[in-house]
């Protein structure tokens, strides 16, 4: 009898299918959970391992023993003619159809279902400017995030980052469409009126799905008891987002660093003008975060978001010829901000930065997860670590991706994060994959979704494919950046 008569008979060939299979299903089963948060991204590649050293096993098991009906029997004590393994095969291509039906089901499932919202979840859309004067926008976008990151420091309530949920505004707004959109089972919205000296703030706490109000008050204080005004907007929120979703440890509003109201002003605009993403935004934001500390030096969120405004300074090429001066002006007011709150998130953010920018990995991961164990819903956090866990220099890419998953859930409107995973991607050459990333992206970015697609035709050295991509780009959205890639895809085709 030959080798792979024998394999057969002795069902080694199905038990191989079978292995591979059920391999699979167990993989993505770990997926599923690993993207729920139930398991940690670091157990995907034991898991991985632990199947590939067992496959072999399988192999050599099915070759030397038999099931037979007084149990497990090594095949060669069974006298002939008594061997029963036709009819454990039979019984072993029923389990192989039903583990791939099985298979089939949990991707279509992954795939093509929309999972409801946590109900311990929530968006804070931007407060309405209702002051007679526009220039107030700053100021009701600063009550607004700061009761956002009151409730993003609390664990359990998934908090949607303010890059997202500052996207929508307007009088006319859908709430159930919003809900969607973010992924969320409520949302707080509210306004601000500052005229006079007077500060009046309405909050109102909203069922995502069904539209309907939860929870409202209104707060009538004077501009010098702005903070005071804060912390007793902030208690309320807070109790009432946990009394809804039935949290027990609901964070309390921490108490400010600050005791300066024109200090704290200054740090609003400051946070309004650098959400822009503009040179003259960028700028403007130094300018307002250099006037808080100098109005209150101890000021360690302002530290920590002026260490910030430098970096992105340099990142954006804001002044090429004083890059080692904002480095140094980062360092120097991120330590700040850590001498005077050791465990402050957005401090140890910079610190992530500058510690990442340097190529000091081990350093920046361990301020990187720090930050987020102040601030469990840190969306830049969770990016900025899955870049660098992932990086080429650690290696560790299931988590890195894990990392950028969570990223996206609190930032699903954040262009940068599924383009970061397509050009991993693309580097590890998974291109369905990476297909996926920029599908996703379509919605957010058009514009760079066609650029990426391009980049995978191009994969091969097509790299007239490039030149379609970053032309289809600059069609949808005109920028300085497509003539670029223009330029560069021009240049590779000579």
Known sequence: ???????????????????VLAAWVVMQVAGVLMDLGALPAAVGPWVLAVLVIGFPIALVFSWLFEITPEGLAREKDIPEGESITHITGRRMDFIVIAVLSAGLILVAYDKWSVPAPAEASIAVLPFKNLSADPEQDYFADGIAEEILDILARTPGLSVISSRSSFQFRGDNLDIREVGQALGVALILEGSVRNENSTVRVVAQLIDAEEGTHLWSQSYDREFEDVLALQSELSNAVVSAVGERVGLTSISKPRAPSVENPEAYAAYMRGKHAIRLQTEAGIRRAIEQFEEAVDLEPGFALAHAALAEAHLKKKSTHVARDSDAASVAAAVRHARL??????????????MGLISGSDFRFGEAIRHLEQAIRGNPNYSKAYFLLGSYVGSFFQGRYVEGRALWKKAQDLDPVLAKSYANEANVLM??????????????LESISPALAAFKRGMVGAIDGEWANLAIGALDSLQIEPSEGGWEGVAWAMARLG
């Open 427 to 440: 580097g590890r050459r998974e291109l369905d994959e990476a297909l996926e990333q920029i599908e996703k």
């Open 1 to 19: 009898m030959g080798l792979v008569s024998e394999l057969r008979r002795r069902n080694v060939l199905r038990m191989a299918v079978l292995y």
């Open 337 to 350: 901000a850590l001498t005077l709150e050791p465990d402050l998130p957005e401090g140890h953010y910079a």
